[in-house]
Every structure is written in C-alpha cells, then in structure tokens.
C-alpha cells in the first residue's frame, strides 16, 4: 500500500478529530478544531498526517520544549492498520525531533489500547516507572 506522510493542514481539523476519534485518540479538552488550526500554523513541522488516495489514514503530533521531544496522538485508521504505518510516522517525527536536537523523547501513549501497547513496546523505547501528573483545564462557560 502506498501512503504518504506529509504536514497537517489547518482545513484538515475536523477529519482529524474524526480519525481520532474513530481510533480511540479522543477527544480530549484541547480537540477543538481551533486548536489543532493553531497547531498547523504553530508547529506544522511537527504535526504529520498520513494519507492514502487522498484520504487521512493517520496522524501524530510531536512536541518540543527545547530539551526533549514528546510524542502524541500516533492513530491509524483502523482499515490501515498492520502495514507499517505507525512505525513510519513514528521514525518521521523522531527524525523530526533529532534534527532540533532532542536526546530523549517520550511517547505519551495509552495503556488502554493493546494495539498500541504492543506496538511501543516493539520499539527501542522503554517503559518509565515515573508515573506522569497531567492536569487538563476544561474551556470555562
């Protein structure tokens, strides 16, 4: 199968919602289409899509602060799955991270999904005994 991985578009916002949502990836207080346009524009270099016949079939969102990189939001369309996919957005956007000058990068990942268990823990990345703390702010009414 051929695909192609490529910069998100802000037009593209809600397909991605779609897509994430359709794999499990969300949504979450920060899905807004407002907030993925701001990270095209913001981040495009680090906010990938795949696409197959003009279709999203995947996507992940990398992160940099400067000292490390951050891996999230790595789904693929469940009708894509098992052909490589995953591991070529993840090697994009740890190429990606690499060339900033990352030299850890954590890949923030559900545990709740076995797929995707199995699939980081095929990589040459480690499971960290630190149990991260995450605090989300909904939109204010």
């Known amino acids: 199968m051929q695909f192609n991985i490529r910069e998100a578009r802000a037009e593209e916002a809600e397909a991605l919602l779609q897509l994430w949502k359709l794999t499990g990836s969300g949504p979450s207080v920060t899905d807004t289409p407002e907030h993925l346009r701001m ?19 995947g996507s992940i969102l990398g992160g940099w602060d400067n000292w490390r990189g951050h891996i999230y939001r790595l789904a693929v369309h469940p009708h894509f799955r098992r052909r490589g ?16 000058g990352a030299k850890r990068i954590y ?11 199995k699939f980081w823990d095929s990589l ?9 703390y995450v605090r989300a702010f909904a939109d204010p009414d």
Do not use: N
Request: charged fraction near 35%; glycine fraction near 4%.
């Open 39 to 57: 990270l095209t524009e913001q981040a495009a270099d680090l906010f990938l899509v795949a696409e197959h016949e003009g279709r999203l079939i």
């Open 85 to 100: 996919l995953a591991r070529a957005l993840a090697e994009e956007i740890e190429k990606r991270l690499r060339a900033r």
């Open 107 to 117: 890949a923030l990942a559900s545990t709740k999904q076995e797929m995707g268990v």
């Open 124 to 132: 040459p990345y480690e499971k960290s005994k630190d149990v991260p």
